[in-house]
């Protein structure tokens, strides 16, 4: 495949060729700064442009979209539930949300499942949890509960969530912050048990740091993360959000370092690209936690989302995306670090999942996104010049090729 090969005619998809003028973004607010692809029309890994120009999403909406665009078996469990009923508030019972728990708690291994929608609200809801908990439970003096998270960490968006961010840009002037939490650096055990007293109700970790860069501790330090948390009597959180549902080669990433969790948090994938869902997923002596009228959603655990959910589980369930994801990955990872010395300072990787470091000397991560979507590759930086690849796991081998090929040729032509 080259990149020439890419275009097609845009009347052959039924939408219109437009220019991306000026004022194209005039009534949106400014809190993106995306690169200039407009995107009409998506199937498995590839997403078409209004013009008719073909990319290989390498980004999956961060991992939203791990089962591919329009993943047919996804697409029709929503089209079928879109049919019957899609929102009744938890006012009432809809015959999607217990069983689709009963799936997503058995897949996780836990007895109860708290369905939300976006990942910062499982993130909050979360801190809820573990908060009550440490004063219902573990018995922490009222108002004081305390909640280590790690520096670097990326949870969410919302004031509580960016209060313990250690990133300028996602916490400037939306003080005044939410107390209660204290960061740690990641990756250091001894750091993380000095910061426990007994105030503290949970750990709060990202098993890998995405936003952060891809940043992939040993394996023995969420084997310690573990040991210390149940040795102190607090809550070990992973926000799977990212991480999870498949894209590290496994249906956790804790499941490749060997650790269960207390609780899980879950979202972007569950919602199968199509409709937001997100979860928290324990067993009933911590989720149980919460009563009647203590926390909710409108729309956590509407039917469409429960239905979707399900077949996200369903999918995971017979461990071909997982296996799928690590034999890709192998491909990506070795393609990638062969490019260590050739413009690429270094590369990390998990699953099919890929952070690599450019040379800052030859370009910035965005200079080298806005040249790989010109060639039909769409990733993103972050950090100024790391790039990531999260492309769908239903990738080809040969796609792969088609994006570490363009990425050796937009370093070549520095
Ligand atoms: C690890 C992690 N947690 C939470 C979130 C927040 O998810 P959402 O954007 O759906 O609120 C993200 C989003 O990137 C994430 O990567």
């Given at each position: ?81 879109l049919d019957r009923v899609t929102l009744t508030s938890r006012a009432f019972h809809n015959d999607q949300l217990g069983p689709f728990a009963a799936a997503l708690a058995e897949l996780a291994g836990k007895d109860m499942v708290l369905p939300m929608n976006t990942g ?39 004031t509580t969530i960016i209060s313990f961010s250690n990133d300028p840009e996602a916490r400037a002037d939306f003080g005044p912050y939410t107390p209660g939490f204290v960061s740690v650096p990641y990756g250091d055990s001894a750091a993380l048990e000095a910061a426990i ?96 009228g203590e926390h909710g959603s409108t729309f956590g655990g509407n039917p469409l989302a429960a239905a979707v959910g399900h077949a996200v589980v369903d999918l995971l369930a017979t461990g071909e995306m997982q296996e799928r994801a690590r034999t890709l990955g192998a ?84």
């Amino acid at each position: 495949m080259t990149a020439d090969s890419l275009r097609i005619e845009p009347g052959s998809l039924g939408i219109e060729p437009v220019e991306i003028s000026p004022t194209y973004t005039d009534h949106l607010a400014h809190n993106y700064h995306p690169l200039e692809v407009v995107v009409a029309t998506a199937e498995g890994a590839w997403v078409t442009d209004v013009n008719g120009k073909k990319y290989l999403d390498c980004l999956a909406a961060y991992s939203a979209v791990n089962f591919g665009h329009g993943h047919p078996v996804l697409i029709e469990a929503a089209k079928a539930q879109l049919d019957r009923v899609t929102l009744t508030s938890r006012a009432f019972h809809n015959d999607q949300l217990g069983p689709f728990a009963a799936a997503l708690a058995e897949l996780a291994g836990k007895d109860m499942v708290l369905p939300m929608n976006t990942g910062a609200e499982a993130v909050e809801s979360g801190i809820k949890v573990a908060r009550a908990w440490g004063y219902r439970v573990k018995g922490v003096t009222a108002g004081q509960a305390k909640i280590i998270v790690m520096d670097g960490n990326f949870h969410g968006r919302t004031t509580t969530i960016i209060s313990f961010s250690n990133d300028p840009e996602a916490r400037a002037d939306f003080g005044p912050y939410t107390p209660g939490f204290v960061s740690v650096p990641y990756g250091d055990s001894a750091a993380l048990e000095a910061a426990i007293d007994e105030n503290t109700v949970a750990v709060l970790i990202e098993p890998i740091q995405g936003e952060a860069g891809i940043l992939i501790p040993p394996h023995s330090y969420l084997q310690d993360v573990r040991r210390i948390t149940t040795d102190h009597n607090v809550l070990f959180i992973a926000d799977e959000i990212q991480s999870g549902l498949g894209r590290t080669g496994a249906t956790f990433q804790c499941d490749n370092a060997g650790v269960v969790p207390d609780l899980y948090l879950l979202g972007k994938a569950l919602g199968g690209g199509i409709v937001p869902v997100s979860a928290v997923v324990g067993n009933e002596d911590i989720l149980g936690v919460l009563h009647a009228g203590e926390h909710g959603s409108t729309f956590g655990g509407n039917p469409l989302a429960a239905a979707v959910g399900h077949a996200v589980v369903d999918l995971l369930a017979t461990g071909e995306m997982q296996e799928r994801a690590r034999t890709l990955g192998a491909h990506l990872e070795q393609g990638l670090r062969a490019m260590i010395g050739h413009g690429v300072v270094s590369v990390r990787a998990a699953g099919l999942w890929a952070g690599v470091d450019i040379d800052p000397n030859l370009a910035t991560g965005r200079a080298v996104c806005e040249a790989l979507a010109e060639r039909g590759v769409l990733v993103k930086d972050t950090h100024g010049s790391t790039i990531r690849f999260a492309p769908p796991i239903v990738a080809t081998e040969e796609d792969l090729d088609f994006a570490l090929q363009q990425l050796r040729e937009v370093l070549d032509s520095y």
